[in-house]
């Protein structure tokens, strides 16, 4: 099998010849991470295109680059997106553009970040690379962490974007109306170019449990991701989709299922438990992720990670699973890491 029928039969339900694999649920730059002498295309199974962006957002991002990592702020591109919405974590003053805001008005005027023009052949041509190389294709929405919720919190803070939606629900409308519009348009130019897999997300959960209940995001959220995911299959009806949240979100797989979701992601293992998911919901949703606790990747050794790289294979089976870290790949981890986590899946 090729990389690409290895992540589509997964994310069907089916069982490719080796588990299928990936490094993350975006995109990663594995030529930066892997020495040159060991550097394969195949080192994953996935590769993700890339938007582009405005003149004056890739000037700034290649300023920030060479600062170190804030874990406050995430990676320098983070943190440049991040002054492209004014969205600043770091200055309590501008921590939350929207939090001061005192009527709908307000909400509705707000300048998002002006998009950059989505070049369908741009787009077509790097899902096109990516198909020869025997890749499947994937894409994440140029977004503020997230598709929804994300950057709805972000703007408002998040304080006020949950008495919003009890509150105020006409203000969580409005606001999430305007993000789910955003994503459609995005979503649609992915379908068009060809991608295989549409990377959605939000971190709607945190250790435990949900940052709110389900009944609300059944509300506010469900039928929003379900738009989104129908406007890209309207043009590509087959196309896989991934999920992303940290955290538990048990309460609503089932719901990811019925819009039409494919495969969930990170599934932490100290959060989530992957074989239980597997006993209640079956191979109606792939598993993507379910390698490491947050440290692991960092700080195990190598064989630490190939043991626990084989008792995910041993417990779960490589049906209805992409095997992947299920946590970003910071610079603080080994390659040597990597490798080995890459090793185990190839028996």
């Known amino acids: 099998m090729t990389g690409r029928e290895r992540i589509l039969t997964a994310l069907d339900g089916g069982t490719p010849d080796r588990p299928a694999r990936a490094l993350g649920f975006?995109?990663?730059?594995?030529?930066?991470?892997?020495?040159?002498?060991?550097?394969?295309?195949?080192?994953?199974?996935?590769?993700?295109?890339?938007?582009?962006?405005?003149?004056?957002?890739?000037?700034?991002?290649?300023?920030?680059?060479?600062?170190?990592?804030d874990t406050r702020l995430g990676t320098p591109e983070q943190a440049a997106n991040y002054h492209t919405w004014r969205y600043h974590p770091e200055t309590v003053r501008q921590r939350n553009p929207l939090a001061a805001a005192q009527s709908l008005r307000e909400l509705e005027e707000f300048a998002f970040p002006e998009p950059a023009p989505v070049a369908h052949e741009e787009l077509a041509t790097q899902v096109a690379e990516i198909h020869a190389l025997g890749l499947a294709a994937g894409g994440s929405l140029p977004h503020l962490g997230g598709e929804l919720f994300e950057p709805a919190w972000r703007l408002r803070g998040l304080e006020n974007l949950l008495l919003d939606?009890?509150?105020?629900?006409?203000?969580?409308?409005?606001?999430?109306?305007?993000?789910?519009?955003?994503?459609?348009?995005?979503?649609?130019?992915?379908?068009?170019?060809?991608?295989?897999?549409?990377?959605?997300?939000?971190?709607?959960?945190?250790?435990?449990?949900?940052?709110?209940?389900?009944?609300?995001?059944?509300?506010?959220?469900?039928?929003?991701?379900?738009?989104?995911?129908?406007s890209a299959r309207a043009h590509a009806p087959d196309m896989r989709v991934l999920y992303h949240s940290d955290g538990w979100i048990a309460p609503i797989i089932g719901d990811l299922i019925d819009i039409g979701v494919n495969a969930i992601n990170p599934v932490q293992p100290?959060?989530?438990?992957?074989?239980?998911?597997?006993?209640?919901?079956?191979?109606?949703?792939?598993?993507?992720?379910?390698?490491?606790?947050?440290?692991?990747?960092?700080?195990?050794?190598?064989?630490?990670?190939?043991?626990?790289?084989?008792?995910?294979?041993?417990?779960?089976?490589?049906?209805?699973?992409?095997?992947?870290?299920?946590?970003?790949?910071?610079?603080?981890?080994?390659?040597?890491?990597?490798?080995?986590?890459?090793?185990?899946?190839?028996?």
């Open 270 to 347: 100290e959060h989530m438990d992957a074989a239980a998911i597997r006993r209640r919901h079956g191979t109606r949703i792939t598993l993507w992720g379910t390698v490491g606790h947050q440290n692991t990747l960092a700080h195990a050794t190598p064989d630490e990670i190939r043991a626990e790289v084989r008792r995910r294979l041993s417990e779960l089976g490589s049906e209805a699973l992409v095997i992947a870290p299920a946590y970003d790949i910071w610079p603080d981890v080994p390659w040597a890491n990597l490798r080995a986590f890459i090793e185990a899946t190839e028996g």
């Open 165 to 230: 939606m009890l509150e105020r629900p006409e203000w969580a409308d409005l606001l999430l109306d305007r993000l789910q519009a955003l994503a459609c348009a995005k979503a649609e130019a992915l379908a068009r170019a060809g991608a295989d897999v549409l990377s959605l997300g939000d971190d709607v959960g945190m250790p435990g449990g949900m940052l709110f209940g389900p009944e609300l995001w059944r509300e506010f959220f469900r039928p929003r991701m379900a738009a989104i995911i129908a």
């Open 26 to 69: 975006s995109r990663v730059r594995l030529r930066e991470i892997a020495p040159p002498d060991e550097y394969r295309e195949d080192l994953v199974d996935v590769q993700f295109v890339s938007f582009g962006e405005p003149e004056a957002d890739a000037k700034l991002r290649a300023l920030v680059r060479k600062y170190p990592y």
